[in-house]
């Protein structure tokens, strides 16, 4: 399974900005990442998306951050960016970072196929007022 690394949390006061990004380091087995996106969590609520981004650069956000955050992928280190500017303290959250696509595993020279979907471990954004 392909292994995500998230960076960038922190504290922030509102109206603060913070870049958080997320890499698949380890990636000899990957073949083609398809989308990849931010959620969010915070306490006693559900999980929700922030922002994806397809491997054409399509990009999607939550109605809640549109005009504030911006997502952003770079496909040769396999890695996804979020930019978060003017921050409220209601984007106070885990942020989990996710992505699907293809492994590739090459077997007594056969080659073969597996789909993979992997999130990350977490990375705490903490907006005070």
């Known amino acids: 399974q392909v292994q995500l690394v998230e960076s960038g949390g922190g504290l922030v006061q509102a109206g603060g900005s913070l870049r958080l990004t997320c890499a698949a380091p380890?990636?000899?087995?990957?073949?083609?990442?398809?989308?990849m996106g931010w959620y969010r969590q915070a306490p006693g609520k559900q999980r929700e998306l922030v922002a994806s981004?397809?491997?054409?650069?399509?990009?999607n956000y939550a109605d809640s951050v549109k005009g504030r955050f911006t997502i952003s992928r770079d496909n040769a280190i396999n890695t996804v960016y979020i930019q978060m500017n003017s921050l409220k303290p209601e984007d106070t959250a885990v942020y989990y970072c996710?992505?699907?696509?293809?492994?590739?595993?090459?077997?007594?020279?056969?080659?073969?196929?597996?789909?993979?979907?992997?999130w990350g471990q977490g990375t705490q954004v903490t907006v005070s007022s």
């Open positions: 380890g990636t000899g087995n990957i073949f083609r990442i398809e989308n």
């Open positions: 981004i397809t491997g054409g650069d399509s990009a």
């Open positions: 996710n992505a699907d696509g293809q492994e590739r595993t090459t077997v007594a020279g056969a080659q073969f196929f597996s789909d993979f979907d992997s």
